[in-house]
């Protein structure tokens, strides 16, 4: 049993089974859910920390929240300027919200003395930045190697993280993915997304509904590799110019 590990929890399908596969190799897991100015009731990871607790007793569960506005508010207006250059994928909302994430759970680590970290990122969502075999690359070499950390993704090989947190009493049904997928092959489809929305686990992206329909369509003009080279390739990027100075200005007290 290794001592120590923190996930980027939100309480959805893919980080509730990762807590469940890093209890199995970790005394202590710390449940970090975070908070910005887009997202509201992530209390409601509450419910899924409780029942990870009644499923591993033996199993150390520490739930922290943090807030990561700041350095999301500064990835946007980065984002924002790199519009013309960079394709779509890179410019979505939640491409800087997950970074800003991922850096402020290194702070986090590096004030807790952990030096394994995880997260629910999952191959069947490679629309996003940090779901994506070259962005988690990225995170890995560029983010956590420097600060002396490891990154893992327990469930990102897993095609129903749904089904087996459900089966485990850890998920409701509501949460199943098959329930909220849209192809947009008939007019309901265009509904999914803002339910998805009103149903998000972590907060109230209302932003999403908007965004989603456009990402299905455009993403048919990128392979798998394309896509996956691109997040490496800006995700370190911004990285090495946004990310890691905002954690040394954070470490000197700036």
Known sequence: ??????????????????????????????????????????????????????????????????????????????????AGDEPFLNLY???????????????????????????????LMPMFPDQTPGGIEALQRDLYAPYGMTLESPVFDTARSDYEAMELGLLDRRHLKAEHKADFTKPSDVLIPFKNALLNTQGFCFHIAFVDPYLFFARRRWSDAEVSAASGRYYSRLIGEVCRPWLDAAAEGR
């Open 93 to 123: 909302f939640c491409g800087a919200c997950k970074l800003a994430m991922h850096a402020a759970l290194v702070r986090y680590n590096l004030r807790n003395g952990i030096k394994a970290s995880a997260t629910g990122a999952s191959r």
């Open 1 to 82: 049993m290794k001592d120590r590990v923190s996930l980027l929890f939100s309480g959805g399908a893919d980080s509730t089974l990762a807590a469940a596969r890093l209890a199995a190799d970790y005394r202590e897991v710390d449940l970090v859910t975070f908070k910005h100015y887009a997202t509201w009731h992530i209390g409601a990871s509450r419910k899924s920390e409780d029942r990870l607790r009644a499923k591993y007793p033996a199993s150390v569960f520490r739930h922290a929240w943090a807030n990561s506005s700041g350095l999301f508010l500064k990835l946007q207006r980065r984002l924002l300027r790199d």
